[in-house]
């Protein structure tokens, strides 16, 4: 079942594949403050279907780059290394030369509709110490 994630002005429409199952809750200090709930997904896997005033912004850009919607301002989706290996995935994502290379596209689960939280395990993501 495909489910859409929307801005709330809707200039921003992402098409997910299908219901997460996992997602993640950082505590770093960007993530706390937006207060996004994570699913990630491999790249290719969503379609932004609509993203007419996208901003974006990345404390780190070679690790990671969040977007938003340049209208009414809602964190929507991020480009990010696969972190799921621990230091030697980060390791691996930050060591190359040029651009950054993301391997995982992760959306603000937030901004979907009628989503089955009971369906969704949220794993906490200690952000502040661990990266």
């Not at 994570?38 to 690790?63: C, K, M, N």
């Amino acid at each position: 079942m495909a489910l859409e994630a929307t801005c709330h002005c809707g200039d921003t429409r992402i098409l997910l594949p299908e219901h997460p199952t996992e997602a993640g809750r950082c505590n770093c200090t960007f993530c706390q403050r937006t207060g996004a709930v994570w699913a990630y997904y491999d790249v290719g896997q969503i379609e932004v279907r609509q993203d007419l005033s996208q901003r974006g912004y990345g404390t780190d850009p070679t690790v990671g780059l969040h977007h938003f919607c340049g209208r009414c301002g809602m964190h929507t989706w991020g480009e990010t290394a696969d972190w799921s290996g621990g230091a030697d995935s980060q390791a691996t994502a930050q060591a190359h030369d040029g651009p950054p290379r993301y391997s995982k596209h992760q959306v603000n689960l937030n901004l979907v509709d009628d989503l089955d939280w009971s369906k969704i395990k949220i794993e906490h993501m200690n952000g502040r110490t661990d990266w």
